[in-house]
């Protein structure tokens, strides 16, 4: 049975900084993911990259891949993580493997809300339907965050309209980003506005504007933008840090290690899996990988281990 040093789990910008860095600590290193890139391959470009601003995401995917390419890999969804004495068990679809330590960098997915009188389909930047979109699609974007200013920025010259209904007062992602949805002609925003649909007309949406005025909007593609929640169903519940963000708490204290509780000795978190104000940048994702293939590294050290 092949013990690793450390297992990383999901292959977004967390992980593979936290595996390419393990690896150039002289750690003996598996990765294993559901789909490289993680959440790049549902956006166009990104600003945050300080070295290298608006990169395309496929191009930023290549260099990733270039990476790691000398580092063992392997493509399976994991289901289960248990602990048996030292040695993490990490139970996946192709074959179950075992670890002295492990970094979760699983990341986030859509939240899909339910809109009540609306039975119609819901995309969200997972499964939206990019290829297929044509001139006569309007489309009815909820939420104005960077997702929602991603699709407008991938789609407006595609499609007939769009409209964008924020919550709040004000859009997200960067000026630039901003800036340029709003330049285009066919895209309109509702701001301090909510949406309602009715059974009777399926294709169309109420939008309320704070002082409750109100606007019919019709559309062909509903897209919810409305957040995004951490990808932690494949561990024990005791392993995060509250019931409802279930996110993985990062606190580790050695005392209070050895069993399943949310401080258990050798299971780390990177990017945007963990529970914090900051998250939904590749950056730093990439910047909390390599914190904790450092912290992976000091603790095998410390614990006597490292080969
Ligand atoms: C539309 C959109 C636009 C964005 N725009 C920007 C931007 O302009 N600038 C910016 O900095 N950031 C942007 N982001 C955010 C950025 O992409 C994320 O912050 C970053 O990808 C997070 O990295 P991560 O490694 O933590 O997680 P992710 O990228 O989410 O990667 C996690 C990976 O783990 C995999 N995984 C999950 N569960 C399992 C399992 N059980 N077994 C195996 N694998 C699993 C997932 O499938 C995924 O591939 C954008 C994101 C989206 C969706």
């Keep these: 049975m092949r013990v690793y040093d450390v297992i990383v789990i999901g292959a977004g910008p967390a992980g593979i900084a936290a595996s390419a860095y393990a690896h150039r600590l002289g750690l003996d290193t598996l990765l294993i993911y559901s789909k490289f890139g993680g959440q790049l391959n549902y956006t166009h470009n990104l600003y945050s990259v300080i070295s290298a601003s608006d990169i395309y995401c496929t191009a930023l995917i290549k260099l990733y891949f270039d990476l790691v390419h000398d580092i063992d890999k392997i493509e399976c969804e994991i289901s289960k993580i248990h602990k048996e004495e030292d040695v993490f068990v990490v139970e996946g679809s192709a074959s179950t493997f075992y670890s002295r330590t492990v970094i979760v960098c699983t990341g986030r997915r859509p939240q899909i809300p339910e809109f009540d009188g609306y039975s119609g389909e819901i995309f969200s930047f997972l499964d939206f339907p990019y290829s297929t979109v044509t001139k006569t699609d309007k489309v009815l974007i909820v939420g104005g965050g960077y997702t929602g200013l991603d699709i407008c920025e991938m789609i407006a010259k595609k499609v007939n309209s769009i409209v964008v209904v924020e919550r709040s007062n004000r859009l997200g992602g960067n000026k630039e980003r901003q800036m340029r949805a709003r330049r285009e002609q066919n895209v309109a925003f509702f701001f301090e506005s909510v949406v309602q649909f009715s059974r009777e007309i399926p294709a169309a949406a109420s939008v309320f504007t704070k002082n409750k005025q109100?606007?019919?909007?019709?559309?062909?593609?509903?897209?919810?933008?409305?957040?995004?929640?951490?990808?932690?169903?494949?561990?024990?519940?005791?392993?995060?840090?509250?019931?409802?963000?279930?996110?993985?708490?990062?606190?580790?204290?050695?005392k209070q290690n050895e069993n399943m509780s949310p401080f258990i000795a050798?299971?780390?978190?990177?990017?945007?899996?963990?529970?914090?104000?900051?998250?939904?940048?590749?950056?730093?994702?990439?910047?909390?990988?390599?914190?904790?293939?450092i912290a992976v590294y000091n603790f095998l050290l410390n614990k006597g281990t490292l080969r």
């Design 214 to 254: 109100c606007s019919t909007i019709e559309f062909s593609k509903l897209f919810a933008c409305v957040g995004t929640k951490p990808n932690t169903e494949f561990l024990d519940k005791r392993l995060l840090s509250n019931d409802n963000a279930f996110s993985i708490n990062m606190n580790h204290n050695e």
């Design 266 to 293: 050798g299971l780390y978190a990177a990017g945007d899996v963990i529970d914090r104000p900051i998250t939904g940048y590749a950056t730093i994702a990439e910047s909390s990988g390599l914190e904790a293939a």
